[in-house]
């Protein structure tokens, strides 16, 4: 038997995603109604189909390894230089790439107990060690549990999604800045912003990049690029330097850096797309309302329905799965009594409704 190294070996089996398609495999369905990974069902910039189509008899080519025109792209977006940006295979590459920097073997991380767990993942796969805060009971991060966490186990790295998932809140730029003082000198803030299109400007963390925090964005939401996997991070001169070490040099699909530069410049679809996803929103809560249930202030492309006890959230999945719409649910304490549902185009929420509807009806309080 041919063994891997023994802290791979040591690894326990874990997928931190079950796919649509097993699903479908598994229930003998050709289709999903697909609301379970917040992926955008209002498709890409049609600009940008169009710049892929016209591009991909060159895929043959690598890409620029440097990502340079759609560095600079996002640079004059985010009013920062092109070295402020490091454009990856979407926020999960980064992350590891992050986790593989500054924890390490028998480093040290911390983040909320349940949240996006891609994290975990990593730091687990690395060697490292998470600690965990719990959320609170009302669905926000905990910011004074994490500040006491970190002055009490000085972490390598500390993690928060904001707006997080899979709880759909927001924090006030002003926690965060609270968070980011009071760590300790030698830890990093990784600020995931995956949702950030979502979120006003002047509801994000204001601060300029200084060597403490590393902001992750992608294209995977609101430009609806999941599958072309393209996204970056926004941070010093320094730390980029320490990830272009580790980086792949060739892990950026040639066609999302087109498609990704193409999207950028169609803003008027973007703000369509936030604009049907809030109204999205909007259908979704007010379903749950009629039911006499509760949601949490979402500032995502998803709503977080309470179903009382994670017990029945559970049940309400699995019903919903049998009726063909695929939805997921967080797994730990206490967000567990929620499910959470993707906003779809009409259509899709339409049909959620329906199921939703005959599902509660059918699954005890
Ligand atoms: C969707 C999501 C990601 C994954 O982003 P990719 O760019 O597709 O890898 C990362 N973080 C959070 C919080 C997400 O919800």
Redesign the pocket.
Known sequence: MIRPHPAVEALPPATPFIGPERLMRETGRSELVRLG??ESAFGPSPFAIAAMERELPRLSWYGDPDSLDLRDALASKHACDAGSILV??????V?GLIVRAYVGAGGLALAARG??P??AYHVHGYGGTLETVDYRDDGFVDVDAMIAAARRLDPHLVYL?N???PSGTLLPASEVERLIDALPARTLLLL?E??ADFVSDDRLLARPLDDRVIR??????AYG??GA???YALLTRAHHDVLQKVRLQYGVNRNAQIGALAALADTAFVTGVIAQTQAGREEYVALATSLGLRTLPSH?NFVCIDCGTGERATRVMHELLQRGVWIRKPGARPLDRFVRVSVGTAPMRAAFTDAFRAVLAVVPA
Do not use: E, H, L
């Open positions: 990974a917040n990856v295979a979407g926020i999960d590459d992350m949240t996006y891609t994290f999604a707006p997080d998932n995931d995956a949702y992750t964005r992608t294209f995977s939401k690029f999941a996997r393209i996204g995502t």
